[in-house]
């Protein structure tokens, strides 16, 4: 008997410890909701801490508090206790609630496309919310238009990456032009100095052979054999010689000597 009696005491024991814990984590939250009211942020931060500390899941304190890091622009903190709020809610106002502020911030952030599913999460909660309708309807319009501008600045970049590409085509053209007129100055210059090369070569040619007869001319005479000096005579011969002129020439002067005794004029007389 004395031990049911002990448990008896034991158990309203714990069961008004446990009232008496959810009393004051509500009364840290109604403080809380009073400083958030107010627009005391430090104050109502700190109450709903305090009221976290001994219920961590307490899902008015999440909200409440994520609604204080809301109004301090606070937004990724914000998120986290939205996000553990609807983990957490048994209800689905509470996750349509947390789903709801949630796509508030992504709006804020101007993360369009997050905010169209944050808001559909709030809309499976709670369908008939005009508000969530109404902000998931903007959020889908900016999603679109967002959308549109980035496919027309993909579409004029890739306009202008293919002008750059065209640009580049048609200086590698005009480049390719150039190169291949100027080989072929190159090569008409080559062709007519071959030609001025070629022609030369020929004038020397012609010029060779104009020059040639006269060299072949003056190589013959210079070949032409030499008349043989005369040969010197022996003593033998120049007396032989002058004998037959001292001959002849006695000849000749008797047959003068006979002509004078004939009265005969005389002839002219060859010089010897």
């Given amino acids: 008997m004395a031990s049911r009696t002990t448990l008896l005491v034991l158990f309203l024991f714990v069961i008004g410890s446990i009232k008496a814990q959810d009393s004051e984590v509500s009364n840290q939250i109604y403080e809380g909701n009073k400083l958030l009211d107010t627009q005391v942020f430090d104050e ?45 809610a048994d209800n689905n106002s509470s996750k349509h609630h947390a789903f709801h502020n949630m796509g508030n911030i992504f709006m804020k952030q101007k993360d369009y496309a997050k905010a169209v599913e944050t808001y559909k999460n709030a809309l499976r909660n709670n369908p008939q919310d005009e508000e969530t309708r109404y902000n998931y309807a903007v959020a889908k319009e900016l999603l679109e238009k967002e959308q549109q501008q980035q496919d027309n600045q993909d579409q004029n970049q890739d306009n202008k990456d293919q002008k750059n590409q065209e640009d580049q085509d048609n200086q590698e053209n005009k480049d390719q032009d150039k190169e291949s007129d100027k080989d072929q100055d190159s090569k008409e210059n080559n062709d007519d100095s071959e030609r001025e090369d070629n022609e030369d070569k020929k004038g020397e040619g012609d010029q060779q052979k104009d020059n040639q007869p006269k060299e072949e001319n003056d190589k013959k005479q210079n070949q032409q054999p030499q008349k043989p000096r005369q040969k010197e005579l022996s003593p033998e011969q120049v007396k032989s010689l002058l004998e037959a002129m001292n001959k002849q020439e006695k000849e000749v002067q008797d047959k003068v000597n006979a002509e004078k005794a004939q009265g005969t004029p005389l002839r002219g007389i060859k010089d010897w």
């Fill in 44 to 88: 109502a931060e700190m109450a709903f801490r305090k009221a976290l500390s001994k219920s961590p899941e307490r899902t008015e304190a999440l909200y409440n508090l994520g609604n204080t890091h809301f109004n301090e622009q606070d937004y990724e903190e914000a998120k986290q206790r939205y996000f553990q709020t609807q983990k957490f």
